[in-house]
């Protein structure tokens, strides 16, 4: 399928105006609902289909709408349609995916603004829910959908329009066998369309606020983004998954990420690239590698992950997955190993005599992919960890070369036992203190072992989860000019079919930087890197010592851009679990709880907005003199909890309203906080 180029910029500024500076540091949302009494004007009748039927909205053409597609269906497989009272219409529900149809509303007045929820498939130009003025049939706005089901709420600033007469067009012409259906439910119009009846005010999502490539306005447009983070690395539009080619090169630390420009979801994939001096603040730079066949969107070949070392000439080499689509290229291998370099960091030659390794190592059958090249200390070589997988076991492949592009096989380094999946992506391979570490994907997840190698075999004598929280994966490790062995993960929402920030043009964002060590337990961990304190605002923060807090909840500040600190004298504290509501308003928020005598922390999203629900339950140990320390970093969308023993549970979270800012702590009896601290953190963006 083709994708329209994302709405320009010029296009976007009036209506993103309304939307900026809708909070300070610390306080509530500064309201925009005075501009919304300018035009209020009823909106369409049976905005919410709770007639059980479609009075009031017009057939057009086709068979995707009729009575049949309104439910009253609750859930799906992902979880729960979310829709307001009983009923919404869905495209699915009558006739399948391939039906086509238009179906409108009665016309009414535009007021202010228009808000909608809207689910269903993302193909901006066959599917979506319109606003047309009755004069002259032309499509004010449009917006489609997410590929997930559960219903989202879109608002549009219509104020250009007011008054005028306008009907909303539900757009189904997409024929295909699947997410070819779109969902709506319950429009509002002037002030009803920016607050929910319980008074709360929405989340904005669908001015797809991304600024255009290149451009230098960032800051700003990611600020106006409720969903976009501040201070983590994200596409200015379209998709990113894994971190690739991580390296400190002349001083910059080089970010690259597979990526999608054309649409905020997965394909033809590209290596977006983002260098930083601190690995804090990153700069967008021109694409590095693109796609083999970039004229033909239905081509999936593509540059898959891989990784970047510098030779003794101080060049850049970049190993990587050449991927290529067997439906359009029969005969060609699916997927080897091919090479760039480059002199300047910025632009990237390919080799001419690509692959450097174009036969797959027998046993590969589930993949043999995400080239991982590290200096091998053992024989002072290069050697390359590439993962794999036959039948139920994942295994991870070496190779080893002294010049970077003629590579032998050494053999098989680790295969699993079927339990963390049976094609092992992304692995990493390095020393760490006296172990070596081995790292990489499966099951969704990233796994870690922990053991010994002699230069051709590994022994695992630890192994874990890298993240305890579901949203991280494809993890890179490098190492750093001053010796630290850091990491950067992708935090997507890839084992959901959630992903609202699709509305706002963008998915995929990348973690912060840690910091890898090995834990008194044998285990990995991880830590925020010191160079994040440049994001504070310390004059904004605010710091409790010997702070015992009970039954009565303490609210601590309302942010959702900030840095949690907590030390907890667990020796103490006498209450049997505490907790800490994030992102929270008297209608949802993000729960993460500790039990003392379980050493159990508990991430719980069970109500927290659009996002994925669930509970994430890590084993989180103080340290041997009592305390325990969490770190928690809030971004908009983001959420990474980072415990004094390396545990990181990482996640992303959706709020729906704008008042879900609140922090606050409340126990089971008594807990005594050694110090709290609640400090802003500012854009690395600005
Ligand atoms: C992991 C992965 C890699 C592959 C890349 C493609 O998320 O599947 O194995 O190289 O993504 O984008």
Redesign the pocket.
Known sequence: MRFTALPSLLHLLPALSIFLDLQGVWGKPISHLSKCKLAQYPGPSNPSFETGDLTGWHVLSGTAFGNGSVTAQTSYWGGSFNQKGKYFVDSFVASGDPAIGQLRSDSFLASSYLSFLIGGGYDPVNLYVGLVRDSDGTLLKSQTGMNDEALVRVIWDTSAWAGQDVHLLVYDNNSGSSWAHINIDDVRTGCKALQDDNGLTFTVFGEANQPAAGSSSSCTLYAADPVRPQYHYSPYQGWI??PAGLIQWNGQHHLFS?FYPDAPL?GP?HWAHATSSDAVHWAERPVALYPPYPDNPQDTS?R???SAVKDAQNQLHILF?D?TDLALHPGSTEQVVSAATSSDGTSFLLYSQNPVIGTVPAGSSN?F??PKVFQDPTDNSWKMVV?SGEGSQGKVHLYRSTDLVSWTYVGVLFEGDGSTGS?F??PNFFPLGDKWVLFY?GRSLGWFEVGSYNGTSFISETSGLLDAGPDS??MQWYKDASGRNLAIT?LGN?PTSKWPSRLNGWAGQQSITRELFIRPDGGLGSRPIPELVSLEQPASAKVWTQKKIGNTAVVLGQTTTARLRLTIDTASSTATSFSIHLFASSAESVLVSYNFAARLLTLDTSNAGYGQTGQWQPIVAPGSDGKLSLDIFLDHSTLEIFSSDGVVTSMRVYPRYQESQDIKIEASGQVVFDSISLTPLESSWC
Do not use: H, P
């Open positions: 998954n894994d597979q997965w994939m593509g898959w992950t891989g997955t991927f993949g992919r995400d993962g094609m992506e992304c994907g994966y494809a992708w890839w």
